[in-house]
């Protein structure tokens, strides 16, 4: 073993008294904690949200681990074209039977801000790619919001707003809806400013229903 992994090693001890700490404290206000997460996981809910580190999703929601599926990644994108995203898609309806599916963006997103400030970043340019044609398909919108911070705010409801019709759009879905199966698809936007959570109105809910 060389001496960098024994170091790496000793740097993370805080987190592991911390992960100490927390077992314990769970343990101490409900004895079966784990042993019920042991068994299975029954959420009801999944979680499209951004890998943005001030964005823990259960601690926003107040759920406990086992009450939340989630998936996360730069700018809570959910293309159709992504056999990540479409995993956890299709294990959460299948499997998991979950009824709600909450597309979580956040204000001050630093992905949807990379998509079109026009600097290069390498391969999340790529990645970041259909939040510049949100951009581009409402940007008379967008133009004509003079704050630049409130136009990078608007553009994240929008980013929102299309990743919801994604989802929406999807087979998955789509079967669980043709099957009887209880299931709508939200999109929030999550305030780092006050740590409040804003609905966006935009549920689908059954096929008929449609955004934009």
């Not at 997460?37 to 499209?48: G, H, S, T, V």
């Not at 790619?129 to 919001?145: K, M, Q, T």
Request: glycine residues 8%; charged residues 20%.
């Amino acid at each position: 073993m060389c001496l960098a992994n024994i170091g790496g090693g000793l740097m993370l001890d805080h987190l592991k008294a911390n992960n100490r700490a927390w077992a314990k404290q769970k343990v101490t206000t409900d004895a079966g904690f784990f042993k019920r997460l042991e068994r299975q996981q029954a959420p009801e809910y999944l979680w499209i949200g951004c890998a943005d580190s001030r964005v823990p999703a259960n601690e926003i929601v107040g759920l406990d681990p086992g009450e939340l599926f989630v998936h996360r990644n730069v700018a809570n994108l959910a293309p159709p074209q992504d056999a990540n995203y479409l995993s956890v898609l299709q294990f959460a309806v299948d499997v998991l039977n979950v009824k709600h599916i909450m597309v979580v963006g956040h204000y001050g997103c630093g992905g949807v801000n990379a998509a079109v400030d026009g600097k290069r970043r390498g391969l999340v340019d790529h990645w970041l790619h259909p939040i510049r044609e949100v951009f581009h398909e409402h940007r008379r919108e967008l133009g004509s919001i003079p704050d630049e911070r409130a136009r990078q705010d608007r553009l994240c409801e929008l980013n929102v707003i299309r990743q919801v019709r994604n989802v929406a759009s999807d087979v998955f879905v789509h079967e669980a809806w043709a099957r009887g199966q209880s299931l709508s698809v939200h999109g929030w936007v999550y305030s780092l400013a006050n740590g409040l959570i804003t609905d966006l109105g935009v549920t689908v809910s059954q096929p008929t229903e449609s955004l934009l």
